[in-house]
């Protein structure tokens, strides 16, 4: 058969692209940010005090996911970085990456080596050692240091205020120049987050990043499209459209960007030659492709049933189920629905091919006299879960009235069972050694 990658490189003109589509891409920081001019110039504001030689105040960011928070700052770093050039230091921190005071000090520190050979180790020192190092190194460079933390309230849930306040001591540290921060975040609580010390300290400006409205993020799209896509090739109620949808995710540019990509990318694959609402509603529908409900979708029958014996057997006992109960309910289920129940340690198979799909969690608890069996629970989303397995043909008579409980284990546990399997819930087993006992007791 012909090469298909080889049917856009022979120079065939593609008649909706003019430009680099990536540009639409979340990685791209343009030049300009529609609606966003006057938090910029208040950053600029606030950041000119760096090329008099003052140190800036440290400065708090916040707003909702996709409101321009983060391409904001890079942009208005960058103009500052290229303005001074070698008296500036610029370091972003993605604080769901580095979320410990140890790991930032050290990227910190191997951002300022000339080469690889000065980089310390990644573990092995101590964080008394790491920061004198940062704080020798900044000094001998002679530069003001601006720390940006993206999410830097995960930073927090980690470490604790300590790890602000470390970070703040730097500017203390540094004799000649100085540092700030400049903490970004979409948690509107996160200053009460810190204790009173670091709040003190830390004696921050505040910029707020409200959420695009749909006219906002139309705005946004017909910018950001200029030079990427042909002038007929979409058109102005399909952008509205887009920004409508955006502006349902609570004004996130970041979701419109991609549903026009997306849609884009449609057009392209079926070989039209517009992008048009049928694009956009497609593109939607991909974008929001249940992943829980295609996969329990996707499971074998018997398999549905396990899961939704685990669903039912915890709602009715309001408490973690063992295997015993879960099986029980399994017959019931599949000979209600019409189907002969497979062996149990058939069932036991499946049990752990759920915990591994992550639908359900095992461990192994013991019981006492009564041995040791596995610990069985639902997922946080077994709510939902349910809805969707009863939502397939094959249950609509399904009524569960014979779900049941086992009264053995329900006086264990109402006896004190409960506070003896809390301290040993987190032991687990092999699962080669559970399928041992299992077959024992067979």
């Known amino acids: 058969m012909p090469n298909p990658f080889l049917q856009d490189l022979d120079g065939r003109q593609n008649p909706i692209l003019e430009g680099d589509l990536s540009l639409l891409g979340r990685n791209y920081v343009p030049d300009s940010f529609p609606h966003r001019e006057g938090q910029i110039d208040h950053l600029v504001s606030l950041l000119k005090s760096v090329t008099r030689n003052i140190n800036p105040s440290n400065i708090l960011i916040y707003g909702r996911t996709g409101s321009g928070k983060t391409?904001?700052?890079i942009h208005v770093t960058s103009m500052l970085a290229e303005a001074m050039p070698g008296r500036v230091i610029i370091k972003h921190i993605n604080c769901q990456v580095y979320d410990s005071i140890y790991s930032i000090l050290v990227s910190l520190v191997n951002s300022l080596s000339d080469n690889e050979s000065q980089n310390i180790p990644v573990s092995g020192w101590t964080i008394d050692r790491i920061y004198s190092e940062l704080i020798g190194r900044l000094?001998?460079?002679?530069?003001?240091?601006l720390i940006v933390l993206d999410e830097i309230d995960k930073l927090i849930q980690k470490g604790g205020s300590d790890s602000v306040?470390?970070?703040?001591?730097?500017?203390?540290?540094l004799k000649e120049k100085g540092s700030s921060i400049i903490g970004i975040t979409n948690y509107i609580g996160f200053l009460d987050s810190l204790d009173s010390r670091v709040q003190s300290r830390l004696?921050?400006?505040?910029?707020?990043?409200?959420?695009y409205n749909a006219n906002e993020l139309k705005d946004i799209l017909e910018f950001r499209i200029k030079g990427i896509l042909k002038p007929d090739a979409i058109n102005e109620g399909t952008i509205a459209l887009c920004a409508a949808i955006g502006a349902q995710e609570h004004g996130d540019a970041r979701k419109a960007l991609d549903l026009l990509k997306l849609a884009v990318e449609i057009a392209i694959r079926n070989g039209r030659?517009?992008?048009?609402?049928?694009?956009?509603?497609?593109?939607?529908?991909?974008?929001?492709?249940?992943?829980?409900?295609?996969?329990?979708?996707?499971?074998?029958?018997?398999?549905?049933?396990?899961?939704?014996s685990a669903i039912l057997s915890e709602e009715l006992t309001k408490r973690p189920s063992f295997t015993g109960e879960i099986y029980s309910n399994y017959c019931r289920i599949a000979s209600?629905?019409?189907?002969?129940?497979?062996?149990?340690?058939?069932v036991g198979d499946i049990i752990s091919d759920l915990d591994e799909?992550?639908?359900?969690?095992?461990?192994?608890?013991?019981?006492?006299r009564h041995g040791r069996t596995r610990y069985i629970e639902a997922n946080e989303k077994r709510e939902e879960m349910k809805n969707y397995i009863l939502e397939e043909e094959i249950f609509s008579g399904f009524r569960g009235k014979n779900i049941g409980k086992q009264t053995r284990f329900e006086e264990d546990w109402l006896g004190g069972e409960k506070d003896r399997l809390q301290n040993v819930m987190e032991t687990t087993m092999d699962p080669d050694s559970i399928q041992e006992r299992e077959d024992k007791r067979e």
Do not use: W
């Open 165 to 173: 306040y470390v970070l703040l001591k730097i500017a203390d540290d």
């Open 273 to 308: 030659s517009k992008v048009g609402e049928e694009e956009i509603i497609q593109a939607k529908e991909t974008l929001e492709v249940n992943v829980l409900k295609e996969t329990i979708r996707g499971l074998p029958l018997h398999s549905k049933f396990v899961l939704l």
């Open 139 to 145: 000094s001998a460079k002679q530069s003001f240091l």
């Open 203 to 211: 004696s921050q400006e505040t910029v707020m990043f409200p959420p």
């Open 71 to 73: 391409s904001c700052v």
């Open 336 to 346: 209600e629905v019409g189907y002969s129940p497979l062996t149990p340690r058939r």
């Open 357 to 368: 799909y992550g639908l359900i969690t095992t461990k192994i608890a013991s019981m006492g």
